[in-house]
T-cell receptor, first 114, second 110 residues
Framework: DGGITQSPKYLFRKEGQNVTLSCEQN?????MYWYRQDPGQGLRLIYY???????QKGDIAEGYSVSREKKESFPLTVTSAQKNPTAFYLC?????????????FGQGTRLTVV | GESVGLHLPTLSVQEGDNSIINCAYS??????FIWYKQESGKGPQFIID?????DKRQGQRVTVLLNKTVKHLSLQIAATQPGDSAVYFC?????????FGAGTRLTVKP
């Protein structure tokens, strides 16, 4: 089945540690996105990538890093520089924005700092 | 379409009534718009989309209206059902990226 998969579903991190969230898609999508969602709030764009080996900062990129070495994969690293990392993280993918097609979302990773 | 620091507005409707959810978008260069439905603890799911060369599009029980003059989208849900209870987001897509509006929490009362 084609789809977009995020793992793990729940993740606990100690303060001061880096942690990497996985996002994989087999939809042959060019573009991939990472969003952060805090309780009772909307989605804020962290990073996005329209093509392999290229990515751009979104509105809240500080304390996060990404890579796009393969078309299928867009991992997000939450670094120790992110002051308040506890949140729900959502990954999405779509064909190029120029094609005007919808994005598909993973089921999210809930990150908690302990 | 950024929602920093905002809590979601809410809309409460009676089962069987029509619902109207509104969204203001920010980028006049956006040319494609999508409504998503998000249930608790899950990723958003596609409901309906509309391109900027249209002002109305209908699906099954849902209609999206686009007013580019005032940068406004609305989602109309006919005969709202308990299963429609969720958070609804609009998304605007430009050549660069996809950004979301603040979202609205819809609660359907039996």
């Amino acid at each position: 089945d084609g789809g977009i998969t995020q793992s793990p579903k729940y993740l606990f991190r100690k303060e001061g540690q880096n942690v990497t969230l996985s996002c994989e898609q087999n939809l042959n999508h060019d573009a991939m996105y990472w969003y952060r969602q805090d309780p009772g709030q909307g989605l804020r764009l962290i990073y996005y990538s329209q093509i392999v080996n290229d990515f751009q900062k979104g509105d809240i990129a500080e304390g996060y890093s990404v890579s796009r070495e393969k078309k299928e994969s867009f991992p997000l690293t939450v670094t120790s520089a992110q002051k308040n990392p506890t949140a729900f993280y959502l990954c999405a993918s779509s064909f190029s924005p120029r094609t005007n097609t919808e994005a598909f979302f993973g089921q999210g990773t809930r990150l908690t700092v302990v | 379409g950024e929602s920093v620091g905002l809590h979601l507005p809410t809309l409460s409707v009676q089962e069987g009534d029509n619902s109207i959810i509104n969204c203001a978008y920010s980028n006049s260069a956006s040319d494609y718009f999508i409504w998503y439905k998000q249930e608790s603890g899950k990723g958003p799911q596609f409901i309906i989309d509309i391109r900027s060369n249209m002002d109305k599009r209908q699906g099954q029980r849902v209609t999206v209206l686009l007013n580019k003059t005032v940068k406004h989208l609305s989602l109309q849900i006919a005969a709202t059902q308990p299963g429609d209870s969720a958070v609804y987001f609009c998304a605007e897509t430009s050549l660069r990226d996809m950004r979301f509006g603040a979202g609205t929490r819809l609660t359907v009362k039996p």
